[in-house]
Protein backbone atom coordinates (compact mmCIF):
# COMPACT_ATOMS: atom_id res chain seq x y z
CA UNK A 1 0.00 0.00 0.00
CA UNK A 2 1.82 3.08 -1.00
CA UNK A 3 -0.08 6.77 -0.78
CA UNK A 4 1.86 9.74 -2.45
CA UNK A 5 1.57 12.96 -1.20
CA UNK A 6 2.56 15.56 -3.63
CA UNK A 7 4.26 18.80 -2.56
CA UNK A 8 5.10 21.42 -5.29
CA UNK A 9 8.37 23.32 -5.17
CA UNK A 10 10.32 21.21 -3.61
CA UNK A 11 13.17 20.70 -6.56
CA UNK A 12 13.38 24.79 -6.29
CA UNK A 13 13.57 24.37 -2.20
CA UNK A 14 16.80 21.66 -2.78
CA UNK A 15 18.71 24.15 -4.94
CA UNK A 16 18.06 26.72 -2.63
CA UNK A 17 19.03 25.08 0.37
CA UNK A 18 22.03 23.76 -1.15
CA UNK A 19 22.76 27.27 -1.82
CA UNK A 20 23.16 28.12 1.61
CA UNK A 21 25.48 25.05 2.15
CA UNK A 22 25.56 21.37 1.67
CA UNK A 23 25.49 20.90 5.14
CA UNK A 24 21.86 21.94 5.11
CA UNK A 25 20.79 20.60 1.61
CA UNK A 26 19.78 17.33 2.31
CA UNK A 27 20.07 16.64 5.88
CA UNK A 28 17.61 19.12 6.27
CA UNK A 29 15.09 17.93 3.75
CA UNK A 30 15.75 14.03 4.95
CA UNK A 31 15.26 15.69 8.52
CA UNK A 32 12.29 17.44 7.96
CA UNK A 33 10.42 14.70 5.79
CA UNK A 34 11.32 12.31 8.89
CA UNK A 35 9.74 14.59 11.45
CA UNK A 36 6.49 14.45 9.28
CA UNK A 37 7.18 10.55 9.03
CA UNK A 38 7.41 9.97 13.09
CA UNK A 39 3.63 11.68 13.34
CA UNK A 40 1.60 9.22 10.98
CA UNK A 41 4.44 5.80 12.37
CA UNK A 42 3.41 7.08 16.10
CA UNK A 43 -0.68 7.31 15.17
CA UNK A 44 -0.18 3.77 13.57
CA UNK A 45 1.30 2.43 16.22
CA UNK A 46 -1.40 4.05 18.58
CA UNK A 47 -4.07 2.47 16.46
CA UNK A 48 -2.32 -1.23 15.73
CA UNK A 49 -4.08 -3.76 17.27
CA UNK A 50 -2.55 -6.12 19.18
CA UNK A 51 -2.90 -10.09 20.23
CA UNK A 52 -5.23 -10.26 22.89
CA UNK A 53 -4.61 -14.03 23.42
CA UNK A 54 -1.75 -14.73 25.42
CA UNK A 55 1.66 -15.16 23.66
CA UNK A 56 2.51 -18.08 22.14
CA UNK A 57 5.40 -20.00 20.67
CA UNK A 58 4.41 -18.29 17.09
CA UNK A 59 3.34 -15.09 17.80
CA UNK A 60 4.14 -11.99 20.72
CA UNK A 61 2.00 -9.46 21.51
CA UNK A 62 2.96 -6.20 20.21
CA UNK A 63 4.83 -7.47 17.04
CA UNK A 64 3.08 -5.95 14.37
CA UNK A 65 3.23 -1.94 16.62
CA UNK A 66 7.10 -2.54 17.08
CA UNK A 67 7.59 -3.34 13.12
CA UNK A 68 5.91 0.21 12.25
CA UNK A 69 8.60 2.25 11.32
CA UNK A 70 9.37 5.79 9.72
CA UNK A 71 12.36 4.94 6.53
CA UNK A 72 13.72 8.30 4.58
CA UNK A 73 15.05 6.35 1.56
CA UNK A 74 16.86 8.91 -0.05
CA UNK A 75 16.41 13.36 0.76
CA UNK A 76 12.39 13.30 -1.10
CA UNK A 77 11.17 10.12 -0.23
CA UNK A 78 10.24 8.54 2.88
CA UNK A 79 7.93 5.49 3.99
CA UNK A 80 6.02 4.50 7.13
CA UNK A 81 5.74 0.49 6.42
CA UNK A 82 5.79 -2.73 8.69
CA UNK A 83 8.85 -4.62 8.64
CA UNK A 84 10.14 -8.12 10.02
CA UNK A 85 11.45 -7.33 13.29
CA UNK A 86 14.03 -10.59 13.10
CA UNK A 87 17.82 -9.38 11.72
CA UNK A 88 19.73 -11.79 9.68
CA UNK A 89 22.71 -10.99 11.80
CA UNK A 90 20.56 -12.37 15.25
CA UNK A 91 19.59 -15.19 13.36
CA UNK A 92 23.15 -16.06 12.35
CA UNK A 93 24.23 -15.77 16.28
CA UNK A 94 21.41 -17.92 16.99
CA UNK A 95 22.13 -20.48 13.93
CA UNK A 96 25.49 -20.80 15.33
CA UNK A 97 23.98 -21.72 18.59
CA UNK A 98 21.96 -24.53 18.17
CA UNK A 99 19.12 -23.01 17.21
CA UNK A 100 16.88 -23.75 14.51
CA UNK A 101 16.66 -20.91 11.82
CA UNK A 102 13.04 -19.86 11.78
CA UNK A 103 11.52 -17.83 8.90
CA UNK A 104 8.06 -16.45 7.53
CA UNK A 105 5.16 -17.80 9.16
CA UNK A 106 7.40 -19.63 12.38
CA UNK A 107 9.54 -16.31 13.01
CA UNK A 108 7.92 -15.02 16.07
CA UNK A 109 9.27 -11.67 14.97
CA UNK A 110 7.40 -11.51 11.53
CA UNK A 111 4.40 -10.03 11.48
CA UNK A 112 3.58 -10.72 7.71
CA UNK A 113 0.34 -11.03 8.66
CA UNK A 114 -0.34 -7.23 9.28
CA UNK A 115 -1.59 -6.94 5.74
CA UNK A 116 -4.45 -9.21 6.39
CA UNK A 117 -5.33 -7.08 9.20
CA UNK A 118 -5.24 -4.15 7.48
CA UNK A 119 -7.10 -5.22 4.63
CA UNK A 120 -9.04 -8.10 5.76
CA UNK A 121 -9.70 -11.81 4.12
CA UNK A 122 -12.77 -13.47 3.15
CA UNK A 123 -12.64 -14.86 6.62
CA UNK A 124 -11.61 -11.88 8.84
CA UNK A 125 -13.05 -8.25 8.25
CA UNK A 126 -10.48 -5.34 8.26
CA UNK A 127 -9.12 -3.65 11.15
CA UNK A 128 -7.41 -0.57 9.33
CA UNK A 129 -4.38 1.39 10.85
CA UNK A 130 -1.62 2.22 8.59
CA UNK A 131 -4.19 4.18 6.42
CA UNK A 132 -6.59 5.76 8.90
CA UNK A 133 -3.42 7.02 10.44
CA UNK A 134 -2.14 8.60 6.97
CA UNK A 135 -5.35 10.37 6.62
CA UNK A 136 -5.72 11.80 10.02
CA UNK A 137 -2.19 13.15 10.09
CA UNK A 138 -1.39 14.21 6.72
CA UNK A 139 -2.14 17.94 7.51
CA UNK A 140 -0.65 18.10 10.83
CA UNK A 141 2.90 15.91 9.25
CA UNK A 142 3.22 18.35 6.28
CA UNK A 143 2.71 21.44 8.87
CA UNK A 144 5.87 19.45 11.07
CA UNK A 145 7.76 19.28 7.46
CA UNK A 146 7.64 22.98 7.25
CA UNK A 147 8.11 23.95 11.01
CA UNK A 148 11.68 21.78 10.80
CA UNK A 149 12.38 23.56 7.37
CA UNK A 150 11.75 26.97 8.93
CA UNK A 151 13.80 25.96 11.64
CA UNK A 152 16.54 24.80 9.77
CA UNK A 153 16.80 27.56 7.17
CA UNK A 154 16.47 30.28 9.75
CA UNK A 155 19.30 28.61 11.63
CA UNK A 156 21.55 28.46 8.56
CA UNK A 157 20.55 31.94 7.71
CA UNK A 158 22.26 32.97 11.53
CA UNK A 159 25.36 30.75 10.63
CA UNK A 160 25.90 32.33 7.43
CA UNK A 161 25.34 35.99 9.19
CA UNK A 162 28.07 35.10 11.54
CA UNK A 163 30.51 33.91 8.84
CA UNK A 164 30.03 37.39 6.36
Do not use: C
Not at 22 to 50: F, H, S, Y
Amino acid sequence: MREYQHVRGLRELEQNLKALGEKVGGKAMTRALMAGGRVIRDDARRRAPTLSTPPTNQRHAGVMRAAIIAHAKRWNLIFVRVRNLGSPKRNLERQRKGWRRRRGVESPLNPYYWWHVEFGTRHMRARPFMRPAFEANKQTALEKIKASMQRTIQRAAREMRKTA
